[in-house]
């Protein structure tokens, strides 16, 4: 079974400080992990994966095989980073498309 | 990237009664999902719908109470039978472009209440 876990409900940070979003995950096979994004009174969006190895927004995610952790960073935060942020795991590669979903962490940047 | 819209946005409906949600897409894809993610709650997927064939359905749910359409590449429905306030979460389908990488897009959500 796949299993996705962000182990933090609540990450509050002041603004220009450092984040780190953790999320775990368990999967026998070759993961395709995702972060996902929710700002309030938005639509879920995509916003990063494993595979692209790009920054966006500043957030950048390293897949660690070896910890199977996929940890969400930003060096500085800003105030607009201040949204829900799930992070979730495709068995693309086995078969089963569907993402599994973490229980997501809410970052809240304050000023 | 795909656009998805859902219809409605949001309903408030009574107990014993159901309710059809509509997902359209903007361009045609093989692959599309139902989730649901109820108060305070993560998403969890319902079924997977694929065009041409029975849709699949995860564990704890059941067709009866939850029966899918996918008539064509662009559109599916979700129909919440019989429902009960356990029902009320908001509802999204979401899609995986043919062509790309892979990842999935997500419509606004339909947000469902159950009195």
């Known amino acids: 079974a796949q299993r996705v876990t962000q182990p933090e409900k609540l990450l509050s940070v002041f603004k220009g400080a450092p984040v780190e979003l953790k999320c775990n995950y368990s999967?026998?096979?070759?993961?395709?992990l995702f972060w996902y994004v929710q700002y309030s009174r938005q639509r879920l969006q995509l916003l990063l994966r494993?595979?692209s190895r790009e920054s966006i927004k500043g957030f950048t995610a390293d897949l660690n095989k070896g910890e199977t952790s996929f940890h969400l960073k930003k060096p500085f935060a800003q105030e607009e980073d201040s949204a829900m942020y799930y992070c979730?795991?495709?068995?693309?590669?086995?078969?089963?498309?569907?993402?599994?979903f973490g229980s997501g962490t809410r970052l809240q940047v304050q000023p | 990237s795909a656009v998805i819209s859902q219809k409605p946005s949001r309903d408030i409906c009574q107990r014993g009664t159901s309710l059809t949600i509509q997902c359209q897409v903007d361009?045609?894809?093989?692959?599309m999902f139902w989730y649901r993610q109820q108060p305070g709650q993560s998403l969890t997927l319902i079924a997977t719908?694929?065009?041409?064939?029975?849709?699949?359905?995860e564990s704890g749910f059941v067709i009866d109470k939850f029966p899918i359409s996918r008539p064509n590449l662009t559109f599916s429905t979700l129909t919440v039978s019989n429902m009960s306030p356990e029902d009320s979460s908001i509802y999204l389908c979401?899609?995986?472009?043919?062509?790309?990488?892979?990842?999935?897009?997500f419509g606004p959500g339909t947000r469902l209440t159950v009195t």
């Open positions: 361009s045609q894809v093989t692959m």
């Open positions: 979730a795991l495709s068995g693309r590669g086995t078969g089963r498309r569907a993402l599994t």
């Open positions: 979401s899609v995986e472009e043919d062509r790309g990488p892979g990842e999935q897009y």
């Open positions: 494993h595979i």
């Open positions: 999967y026998s096979g070759s993961p395709e």
């Open positions: 719908a694929n065009q041409g064939s029975e849709a699949t359905y």
